[in-house]
């Protein structure tokens, strides 16, 4: 990822359609092929909406980035819980302002339970380390604006971000479609360990109070988690996103040369029940790759793989 300003925010300014004004009502839906970024099913995959917490998606990847780049270790290193982490959303783990946890448990924390108030600390600890000049309370902008160069990098030209942790907060709303995430989940599982952040039913993980030490065992919103291959990736619901779901599935033997190992990518953004539809486009992943062929050939233009460099 090629690091830019917070000026960059501003090739995200006139993003909406029509000045401004979500798609509401319908839901959006998209399922591709990992491997080749091939889209199998779309509805609405364009269509402007807020996308709770899939953002956290975003915030995990600039997280191990950033963390790569300083030469950090996610187990070692540690976030300050500020006040302003405590202002609202789930905090699962309990925290106060002050408390210190690892990235590591942060990011089992954010990716396994939406946990916004480990999102925030993370943000604001990485941004002050970010952009060293940044008074105390700037670190999550320097953090975001980060998050918006990674979706321009992808390909992502109709994603804004505003938070690290993706709840319905005043000001300009946050936005994304089907298609976008979908792109931002093919990064991320591209890259070795991510899943692992989401893959887990139960974890029990640890963070520093004071002098002492605290234990909180974290359960995944993901319930689709085991079943039909599904092993990630990350839920979210806002009052204005509606319930939201990126899901992925393996299907295949692997290791007979004939039928290989392939991965499908979910998105459903604004469904009444997100693990019933995610269930059944998947299926029809399934069938429409089947159908495709495995391994036919994909013109690159037609492919969400397109926008990584």
Request: hydrophobic fraction near 40%; glycine fraction near 12%.
């Amino acid at each position: 990822m090629r690091p830019r300003t917070l000026a960059s925010l501003a090739l995200f300014a006139a993003l909406l359609p029509g000045g401004g004004t979500l798609a509401s009502g319908e839901s959006s839906l998209l399922v591709v092929d990992h491997a080749a970024g091939r889209v199998l099913v779309a509805e609405n995959e364009g269509a402007p909406r807020q996308v709770a917490s899939l953002a956290k998606i975003a915030t995990a990847l600039v997280l191990l980035e950033w963390l790569d780049e300083a030469g950090l270790d996610p187990a070692t290193s540690h976030a300050t819980v500020p006040p302003e982490a405590l202002r609202g959303g789930a905090n699962p783990l309990g925290l106060r302002a002050g408390d210190r946890l690892s990235y590591e448990t942060g990011l089992y924390a954010a990716m396994m339970a939406s946990d916004n108030t480990s999102a925030h600390a993370m943000a604001e600890t990485a941004g002050l380390a970010i952009a060293p000049g940044a008074p105390p309370g700037r670190g999550v902008a320097v953090f975001v604006a980060r998050m918006n160069d990674l979706a321009f990098d992808l390909g992502m030209k109709d994603t804004r971000f505003v938070n690290p942790h993706g709840l319905d907060e005043g000001g300009e709303p946050g936005v994304s479609t089907a298609a976008d995430i979908a792109r931002l989940a093919l990064r991320a599982l591209d890259r070795p360990g991510f899943l692992a952040y989401a893959s887990e039913r139960e974890r029990t993980v640890r963070f520093q109070r004071g002098g002492g030490e605290v234990t909180v065992k974290l359960a995944n919103t993901n319930e689709l988690l085991g079943t039909r291959g599904v092993d990630g990736l990350k839920t979210g619901t806002t009052r204005l996103a509606g319930p939201c779901l990126v899901a992925t599935a393996v299907r295949g033997h692997g290791s007979d040369g004939v039928n290989p190992e392939r991965r499908l990518v979910s998105v459903v953004l604004g469904a009444e029940d997100r693990f019933r539809e995610t269930v059944l486009l998947l299926d029809r992943g399934w069938v429409e790759l089947r159908r495709l062929g495995e391994d036919g050939e994909i013109d690159p233009k037609q492919s969400l793989r397109r926008g990584v460099k």
